[in-house]
């Protein structure tokens, strides 16, 4: 189904309903954010020849017109391609080269140069800031969007590329109508009474969160800020009531913190998703302890969109079954139109509490690489999508993860996983951070080398002796690195890359 009806059928039952907001200021219904959409839909396929296939990109910072974007583009048929703000313009302009996209939606602030840099692909480019916006809104709108069959490709998103240029991620209109669906089983419930707030970029897990409070006819609402500012996003959550949010573990971190310094409970926020990265256990334990049950943990990956495994509030906020705390530090069960398994390098299913890669098929896995099927048959393989991240499913049907299979670390000829030592070492007082990597060593293979941010009481002598006493000696590391911070990319993912480069230098 194009995701454009279900805004539509929106508008119709609840044209009144207050849609889009700008903090606290609405600046669009539910009638009028259809209307929009719509207008925008009729400009695109009048003045710029948009129809169902094309390929449309979109570089802006959180705002309202973000979503006025997308839904143009689907009314039209068209393949929404959203990326990230945070980039270089010459590096939107490769993606918007790469998908071979003739049009750019944008906002000055991170696109104004786009026109300069962008491909010869690239033949008009419409920015929210200029009169041409408003230009849109004043097409007789289209009547109702463009049919479309689930295989089509509606979502073009491009990997982050931590190891070569990115590739594009082809998500279509049945993969995200399942992720929707899914949403509603295994993660949280949405009425019309729920906000969901936008303080993550849009390009991303935030944004494609957008449809199930389309459908029932939430509110949405974009900071003033445009991005992830705690004091701002608790007085938002007071003022507009049963907040939901996607949040990474960074963020759920810096949440955490300023609600402790300024006495902040988390009322007014439902649901915070995170996902995204590894939240560690005493952190997520802290979450739930400062701020309540307000908290959802999903797994999935840009070629399976939030759609391999859920664990929901009433489970992470558990402390009664014997395993709660094995299963607060899982990512959950499978969600309920996907098969979940763990196989060896040759494909072999694992026994339970076995540690492999974990794998998964199901409708909310992409249709494949944009342009790369050397790409995708090296993912996909016999219907299965092959996460790259390692893991175990236990007797209950809950998966743990034990890291990428890349960082994986062989010294000695034993498996040691990264996260394992840093959930150990986080459990020393005065420890914020930890990433541990491998590094090359001639007796060993690797060794285990941990970074480690946490303030001046911190010594290597309490470390090991935490170490000693609680995991095996083999995956104790072998050296400290005290620094002042993590290298992270834009979505607060430590850059492991960077630190094994540090230890090569």
Sequence with gaps: MNPAEWLRRTSRLHPDAPALFQGETCVASYSGFNVRAASIAAYLVSYHGVQKGSRVAIFMKNRTEYLEAMYGVWYCGGVVIPINSKLHPREAAWIIDDANADIALISDDVGATLGDVGPACLKTVISADDANWAEMYKADPLAKPADIAPESMAWLFYTSGTTGKPKGVMITAGNLEHMALNYFCDVDPVTQDDTILYSAPMSHGAGIYNFMHVMKGARHVVPVSGGFEPDEIFALAVSHRNVSMFAAPTMVKRLVETAKANGQTGSGIKTITYAGGPMYLADIEDAVRVLGPRF?????????????????????????????????????????????????????????????????????????????????????????????????????????????????????????????????????????????????????????VAFVVGNEGVTKKALDAHCIANIARFKRPKAYRFVDGLPKNNYGKVLKTDLRKQLLD
């Design 296 to 448: 959802a943990q999903v797994y999935g990956q840009g070629e399976c969109p939030m759609g391999i495994t859920s664990l929901p509030k009433h489970l992470v906020s558990d402390r009664s079954h014997p395993n709660w705390r094995s299963r607060l530090g899982s990512v959950g069960t499978a969600q309920s139109s996907v098969q979940v398994a763990i196989c060896d390098e040759a494909g072999k299913l694992l026994a339970t509490n076995t540690i492999g890669e974990i794998v998964v098929s199901g409708p909310t896995v992409m249709a494949g690489y944009w342009n790369n099927p050397k790409a995708t048959a090296k993912t996909i393989k016999d219907g299965w999508l092959w996460t790259g991240d390692m893991g175990a499913i236990d007797e209950d049907g809950f998966v743990t993860m034990h890291d990428r299979s890349k960082d994986m670390i062989i010294s000695g000829g034993s498996n040691v996983y990264p996260r394992e030592v840093e959930e150990v070492l986080l459990e020393v007082s005065g420890v914020s951070e930890v990433a541990v990597v491998g590094r090359s060593d001639p007796e060993w293979g690797e060794i285990v």
